[in-house]
């Protein structure tokens, strides 16, 4: 199965409050736009259509990312947690989706994240059959983004609360691919991390 002949739609959570952050954590400015749009930037690199889920501060956002040819979905329960955002987003690509051969779920607050890493989880997939595939760091932790066959689909959609798809991957141990993020797989919660990070590109 080639890489141009299959479905894989992207589902990019972004619905979270950012509690720890003081602010909207997809408002954040990173490389001359808003987290939000350079996340969206790399998904449609890959050529796939491109969901994004929003919840809290939805009101800010969408006038930012309204422009973009992607689907936008608000989830109104956000609060709920992870598992629940994940299975929203995973009902609405179904509906509207037509022989998909799997769905790549990522974060919205992992801005070194690469349209070049995302294909590689593509290109992995395509060579291999139903295995999730998913990132590893350089720390062994494995880690979002990860591309879910559609034979997970059922248990997606059955994710609840705040338990996200980690479960799934661990049930699933045997029946993995990797694709090494190495340095790449950092996530941003605090200001703190916020403002180290962007210091850490801006003097590369």
Do not use: C
């Not at 987290?35 to 501060?57: F, P, R, S, Y």
């Not at 070049?116 to 979002?144: C, E, R």
């Not at 994710?159 to 045997?174: E, M, P, R």
């Amino acid at each position: 199965m080639g890489i141009f002949m299959i479905k894989i739609p992207q589902l990019l959570i972004a619905a979270g409050e950012s509690k720890r952050m003081g602010k909207p954590k997809q408002l954040l400015k990173w490389k001359n736009y808003t987290l939000i749009e350079h996340q969206i930037k790399n998904l449609l690199d890959t050529n796939q259509n491109v969901w994004v889920i929003l919840g809290a501060h939805s009101k800010l956002i969408i006038p930012i990312i309204n422009n973009y040819p992607i689907n936008i979905s608000l989830y109104e329960n956000w609060k709920i947690g992870m598992g629940a955002t994940i299975a929203h987003g995973i009902k609405k690509i179904i509906k509207k989706s037509s022989e998909i051969n799997g769905i790549l779920i990522s974060l919205v607050d992992m801005p070194l994240i690469s349209s070049v890493h995302l294909n590689k989880l593509i290109q992995t997939f395509s060579k291999s059959k139903n295995k999730i595939v998913v990132s590893k760091s350089k720390d062994g932790y494995l880690s979002a983004p990860v591309l879910f066959p559609s034979i997970y689909f059922d248990d997606l959609k059955q994710l609840k609360g705040d338990q996200g798809a980690k479960k799934i991957i661990k049930k699933n141990s045997s029946n993995l691919k990797i694709v090494h993020g190495y340095d790449l797989l950092i996530d941003i919660d605090t200001k703190k991390e916020y403002f180290f990070l962007l210091n850490s590109i801006t003097h590369q």
